[in-house]
């Protein structure tokens, strides 16, 4: 658990381009609250697993990143190591969303199932970059090194290395193959 934790805490720095050592991690946890909080879900996921008051302390935890950051990030969901949010506010991440390593998630994106009778999350690919207020719900597939303009909201599945925006979000430029 703690391993895991901390493999993916240096995984989040290089992703920053900080000093993966543990002074390093320590520094940016208390100077950058986007750092803090995606660390703080990260430690709520890993208590949850445990044993005893694990899932108590993992609901505490949860509950107080919320309160402090704004964020819903729901430890059901499965975010990779080297995800980045650069302004850590009002980013909503539902249950089942599976988030690639090397994201950039930028405030107030929203990320959930279309209805409350779906059960289809999206998929985000690596290296993925979602803007302000973007929105993707139900089970849609954002593609590797695909860019999500600022306010568009998702309606299908995104190419990889394309750039979709508008609403519903229209495919603006495909980098060729």
Known sequence: ???????????????????????????????????????????????????????VLSKLLWKHNIRVSGCHLSPWATIEPGVVLPHATAIVIGDGVRIGPGVVIFQGVTLGRATRYSDAYPIIGAGACLYTRACVVGGHRIGEGATVAANAVVTTDVPPGALVGGVPARLIREIAR
């Open 1 to 55: 658990m703690m391993r895991a934790c901390y493999a993916a805490a240096r995984a989040d720095l290089a992703a920053l381009g900080g000093h993966r050592t543990r002074l390093g991690i320590l520094r940016r946890y208390w100077a950058d609250p986007s750092y803090a909080t995606l660390q703080r879900w990260r430690w709520s996921c890993a208590l949850r697993q445990a044993r005893w008051g694990g899932r």
